[in-house]
């Protein structure tokens, strides 16, 4: 029977794409379920290349007043062609992340058939178990990753004594031959083990595995073979297990990004893990796991879209936790060298959009990596934006890396030489804010969100109308000039101007929570007051950039000009219905044009029309990303995998159940027709409501609220797609739990 928190196989995989993540923040593995050669690619998160250089181009301050001067004269061209000299990094790229190496299992009998074969991921649970029988004895492999413990627990049972027989290895490697390395078990392909520094094992039964990341750290990762019955012992490199009755395997792997002695570290922590042994690790995990994924249940009757919910908010829970990095453009789980885009952290919509479901699907410690780096990015960010551009303050370009880059990323006019990543960014500790009322929190991150706003006071120029930024551009569409060439490069993009004015109010109102800081305040409110609004064009769509070009790609899969619409909250149909209506006429547009086809793109495109109330076209484009951007194990596809298309769609499920604003809550605001009964709990809202509710025939017919900081809201509900029943109480006072029960 198919559930809404299994994702099943009934052969083992045959590719990456096939395979099943497995995670915990820090360590992770893509699983094949191989029944002779099981293989598990493994990674670390800090195993990146090189280390931090100072990229910054010595010639930028220089040219800076050139390059607007041919901007504000309208020689694109030429400013473009300044851009990429003086303004690009040197050198040109940042680093990019690596695997760190590969599990081996392999057994003997390679060639007796299989039968009843299974392998699936419990999202429930965050087990990943292959069973199989073959010559009479059912086998069975359970996986996970524990952040308790920080490992990695294979555990291999059988319903037959004494018939686990293999040998183990881990190497680093890239096998030309795709995840067949070894085609007998005498036989490896060379390259299996290129990347590897040392192999050696540590008798009876530890084995090691050490290499560089490249140009950068050392790495180790290390396992720990525990069997019962039968014998474990150390030949060569390999640990061969012979005749066990069960088999612990603990994994476990460091870098010097985090320890001096990554080998000494990875070894002693599965000591530790040993000395626990199996059942107490798999409690420890199964209650860390389930305090958090536990929290969320959806239930709108079609189970492919719950599923790819509930695996989005498994894949965070997988790839942010405290003490790790943040979900990278792959969340934690690459199996490239050289991995497309570098699996960094692209910040003009990418990395965002991995954390827009951290606060509302109730995982909001999953966002504190996202705050540790932008901790990282401070000191560069300042240099950059003084170096560069002679700027007080803070700022990213569009890319950031494991050392908080801040410099371009890439000569590519259509994304480099954009401004405002660390503006974005730091708006993500304002929605943490909003979602806790967590003042302590506000205090500790506001001077990142006060220094972000400080580059963008100084960086912005008048033009003799406005304020703008400017070099800049709309990430990463380009436009049409009225001479017919193609243009990139603008001064005040509309989406820029969107993110200064959501990151300046969110600082005036920090300065008034907090009590701080009123002068800083008065300067940003007086800028804001120069900077431009939000303009309708000749389509009576939201215009991209400052003036209303055409755009060269009508169906870009950026929609940077819907900023406002969402993430940002300066459209609203309430508020603002003509701007709502142009926001509509922009994502048709987009959408005729061919957007959304890539897998993040069209998760926006869901997330937009939620904010639109528009349930009906934000389902069309849920399943539109299960259908034409999901591969096989429920990654998404750009193509190739990356994760933000599945976080963006957790997202976008949550938003059309659930809106909110500090004091207010709109229930089931993009319902759509299909959805006419259902249920949803652990929702949250601004201002700490968890929400519960349920729904029958478009009416909503239970309600309970749990406040947890204490605050008040009023609840709405869109009237278009649900009706409260009885009209109860449209009020949540001051206390704990308020059960509205409308029946
Ligand atoms: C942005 C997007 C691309 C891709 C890359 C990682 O540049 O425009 O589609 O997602 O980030």
Sequence with gaps: MRSNTIIDFCSPAENWNEALPTGNGRLGGMVFGRPYVEYVQLNEDSVWSGSFTDRNNPSAYENLAEIRRLIFAGKII????LCAFALSGTPETQRHYEPLGNLYLLFAGDKNPIEKYSRKLDLTTGVITTSFLTRGVTYKREIFT?????????????????????????????????????????????NYSEFTDKSYTKPPDISVMTGSCNGGGKLCAAIKVISEGGIVKAIGNSLIVREADSVTILLSADTTYRENDPEASAIKRLEIAAKLGYERLCEAHLSDYRSLYNRVELDVGDIETERLFNFGRYLLISSSRPGSLPANLQGLWNTDFAPAWGSKYTININTQMNYWHAETCNLSECHLPLFEHIKRMVKNGRQTAKYMYGCNGFMAHHNTDIWGDTAPQDVCLSSSYWVLGAAWLCLHIWEHYLFSLDKNFLREHYPLMREAAEFVVNYLTDDGEFLVTCPTLS???????????????????????????????????????????????????????????????????????????????IGHRHISQLFALHPGTQIDSAKNPELAAAARVTLERRLSG??????????????????????????????????NATLPNLFSNHPPFQIDGNFGFTAGIAEMLLQSRVGEIVLLPALPKEWSSGSVRGLMARGGFEVDMRWENHKLTGLDILSKSGGECVIKTNEQTIEIVNKPQTHVPNHKRSRVNLL
């Design 475 to 553: 990430p990463e569409n380009e436009y049409r000039l009225p001479n017919g060439e193609t243009g990139v490069i603008c001064k005040g993009a509309s989406m820029d101007n969107q993110i200064i004015r959501e990151l300046f109010n969110a600082c005036i109102a920090s300065t008034e929570i907090l009590n701080t800081d009123a002068e800083f305040a008065r300067i940003l409110s007086d800028t804001l007051k120069r900077v431009a609004g939000i303009m309708v064009g000749k389509h009576g769509q939201i215009m991209e950039w400052n003036e209303d070009y055409d755009e060269i790609d």
């Design 78 to 81: 030429e400013a473009q062609e």
């Design 146 to 190: 524990s952040y308790p413990h920080n490992v990695m627990v294979l555990r291999l049972t059988s319903d037959k004594s004494a018939s686990l027989s293999f040998h183990t290895q881990i190497v680093r490697g890239n096998p030309t031959w795709d995840y067949e390395p070894y085609q007998t078990r005498t036989y490896r392909n060379p």
């Design 594 to 627: 061919g957007g959304g086809h890539t897998g993040w793109s069209r998760a926006w495109i869901i997330n937009m029309w939620a904010r639109l109330g528009d349930g009906d076209n934000a389902l069309t484009n849920a399943k539109e990303l299960l259908r």
